[in-house]
């Protein structure tokens, strides 16, 4: 698994072309663990959140898998919902 900001580069294989991603985060989801990459673009507000589902491959290695788009809108909302208690939180400690 990618360290915290680190950047790793996929080649997709239906076109061959490299996509870059930064890990930004991860979490866990009913049992499974989700890592939060933004997509490295020269214009920042180009960046899009990418969530991948670290799998196991038939070796024990840790891979990261796509997502399919009904599983995706799941993560992407658990993801918001966590995001959203972390900053209740956040409030919530600098009221105290």
Same mark, same amino acid.
């Given at each position: 698994m990618a360290?915290? =900001?680190?950047?790793?580069?996929? @080649?997709?294989?239906?076109? !061959?072309?490299?996509i870059s991603l930064e890990h930004v985060d991860a979490f866990e989801h009913q !049992?499974? @663990? +989700? =890592?939060?990459f933004l997509t490295v673009e020269e214009n920042e507000d180009d960046?899009?959140?990418v969530f991948m589902k670290e799998v196991l491959d038939e070796n024990g290695e840790t891979m990261m898998e796509s997502l399919e788009e009904e599983?995706?809108?799941?993560?992407? =909302?658990? +993801?918001?919902?966590?995001v959203e208690e972390s900053l209740e939180e956040e409030d919530d400690e600098s009221e105290e």
């Open positions: 360290d915290e =900001n680190d950047i790793i580069t996929l @080649v997709d294989e239906e076109t !061959g072309e490299e !049992g499974s @663990v +989700y =890592n939060v960046a899009e959140l599983e995706e809108d799941e993560i992407f =909302n658990a +993801y918001l919902d966590l």
